[in-house]
């Protein structure tokens, strides 16, 4: 049985190769997956406190952020979409219409 | 008993809310006109109940303050909306609204049809309101309130045909030379308040409070800088020199503005201040002689430039302005009630005058528009012949030339001849009197010349305009003729109320106006040689004025009528005297060298020089110091999501870091 500090060290990982992604990579998709990522590893972090501290309030608040996170698969995608239709390309580079 | 003296000024106040609010819904000319000539009857029925309150009461008790509401109170300044009645304010109260009344109606006839018509009416009532102020106010506040109010409707009316360019002009050149005067006016309040607070204690603005204080101001010194302010004030209001030019330019406006304001009643406003502040002119000798001497001058210089002016509105303008200065010489000698009195029977002929010019040139109007001519409807030169086509325009006109000519028993020679006796016996101005009354005499020959040129030129010998215009001359109708009527009945017979006493009969209207000078008369009586008393000059003094009236005449009669070529001759032999009198002697052309253009060059700098290279720079640069400092933040904003994204994940990093190794 792993301890606490196994999960919190596995859900950091998870966390910083997201922020990595979400700083490095251009592709909108990618960037996508990585917040998934970091959504998901904060998600980690909440089920091994819930169970260290037996609150089941942690497990509740995993399924809001998935919920969340489902939502905002959908919009974003639907952005995805939509740009990529006007532009043929997801580059978030290229999403600079209201820059000066 | 004088409780309701407010509803004297309420009534046009009324008029002009109504007509200026909902006359173009109205439309109506004869509601309109009815509204506004009531709301002016009204005040003078008022008017005249308040003057038979005060004839009631003995001679000691006809000044009353009658207090509305305290308007101004700070510290120990305090002004009062309140209203003075005592018998100079009620002469006043009596010729505005007498008279006033008489020019409304006459209006209705003279406006008819004209574009704005409500709005005429409207500015008219708000006039006579701002008028009524001016003489009722119990304070140089509320007088001077009154003082801009007619300023403005001045300006209104003499560009009621704002179209016009050289209406809109003659309307701002009057509005900016009373704005001179009324500078100096406002110094001269301030000065008089500030010294009599500051020396004396007596913070006041009151006129019975600063009269009943008089004796403790010193003659001279401050009181003639005071004097002096007022007197600019006065010059500015009844067109003296310096400030006269704007009054001949004041014709522009209808004809029955010219004869209210322009004549009656505004122009005399500077007057009637004079004569409310006698108490403090007296104590200023000096004062006392330039106003005297101002007063002179100007009734020579415009009379002489009403000799030589072929319109018939400018030629009484100059001598409106000519009769004003008789009027100031009256109140530069000392004689208050003689100059009071000249006011009221001046009101009575000039406003008579200029209404039946109104007449006239309404009536040539038609004609030369009917005959589809060209020629100016003003112009003399295009008269004559007049008496046959407009008997009793004729017949009014010419009472009130002969009154004003000074020929008795009509109005204006009692006036004039008491002005000029006082001039010349008057133990102000030592040596001086006979070149003060040798000025008014000569402006007398002057004025009896150049209102009989008028009245031979329009209206004696033939027709000047082609046929077909002649043909369509007219008599006014009855709504113009009648308030002519009532003005000639009152310039023959207005001058019985204030008879010489040589007549062996009393001077009604001296008695009348003794209460308000009298303490002034006494002053002056103290201070100087006794006036001169002696019957048989007297006589000898009145026929000599009525002598110049008569060459006047005769020298119009021999020029105008008898001979047609003489004025061609006189001009032909001395065209350079004629040229400066024609041309006013140049003033205009003065004021512009010396004032206009010089202030025209100071603000051209002050626009191309200051405005535009300072001011604007200084807010130009102030923005493109902004615009720079913008142009190199601006490179922060890059707007990646990722450049963003990243000082965001470094500051919380740094917060991190901060919260852990503090």
Known sequence: MPALHDYLIVAAILFAIGAVGVLTRRNAIVIFMSIELMLNAVNLTFVAFSRYLGNIDGQIFVLFVMTVAACEAAVGLALMIAFYKNR??????????LKW | MFDNVWLIPLFPLLGFLINGLCGRVIREERVIGAI???????????????????????????????????????????????????????????????????????????????????????YLNLFTFAMLILVMGNNLLIMFVGWEGVGLCSYLLIGYYYQKKSACDAGKKAFIMNRVGDFGFLLGIFTLFWYLGQSHGIWTIQFTELARHADILPTGGVVTIITLFLFLGATGKSAQIPLLTWLPDAMEGPTPVSALIHAATMVTAGVYMIARMNFLFVRA?????????????????????????????????YSTVSQLGYMFLAM?????????????????????LFLGSGAVIHSMHHALHHALSQADPQ????????????????????????????????????????????AFANPLHGNLNYLLWGCGALAALLTAFYMFRLLFMTFHGDCRITPEAKAHLRESPAIIVFPLIVLAFLSAIGGFIGMPRLFGVANLFEEFLEPVFSRSAEYIKVGHALELHNPLLEWEMMGASVGVAVIGIAIAFSMYVQSKTLPERFVAAFPLLYRVVFNKWYLDEIYDLLIVNPCKATARFLWKGFDVVVVDGVVNGAATLLMGAS???????????HNYALSMAIGVVVIVACYIFR
């Not at chain 2, 142009?631 to 999501?641: A, D, E, F, I, S």
């Open chain 2, 332 to 352: 530069g000698i000392g004689a208050f009630s003689a100059g009071i009195f000249h006011l009221v029977t001046h009101a009575f002929f000039k406003a008579c």
């Open chain 1, 88 to 97: 043929e390309s997801i580059d978030v580079e290229k999403m600079n219409l």
């Open chain 2, 36 to 122: 506004g000539s009531l709301a002016v009857f009204g005040s003078f029925v008022l008017s005249a109940a308040t003057l038979g309150n005060l004839l009631s009461l003995p001679a000691g008790e006809r000044v009353h303050n009658v207090t509305l509401f305290t308007w101004i109170s700070s510290g120990t300044f305090r002004a009062d909306a309140a209203f003075l009645i005592d018998p100079l304010s009620c002469v006043m109260l009596m010729v505005i609204t007498g008279v006033g009344f008489l020019i409304h109606l006459y209006s209705i006839g003279y406006m008819h049809g004209e574009e704005g018509f409500f709005r005429f009416f409207a």
């Open chain 2, 379 to 422: 112009d003399m030169r295009n008269m004559g012949g007049l008496k046959s086509h407009m008997p009793r325009t004729y017949w009014t006109f010419f009472i009130a030339t002969v009154a004003i000519a000074g020929i008795p028993p009509f109005a204006g020679f009692f006036s004039k001849d008491e002005i000029l006796w006082r």
């Open chain 2, 631 to 641: 142009r190199m933040l601006k490179n922060t904003q890059t707007g990646y999501v």
């Open chain 2, 285 to 317: 000798p000096e004062t006392m002689l330039t106003v005297a001497l101002v007063g002179c001058a100007t009734a020579l210089f415009a009379a002489t430039i009403g000799t030589a002016q072929n319109d018939i509105k400018r030629v009484l303008a």
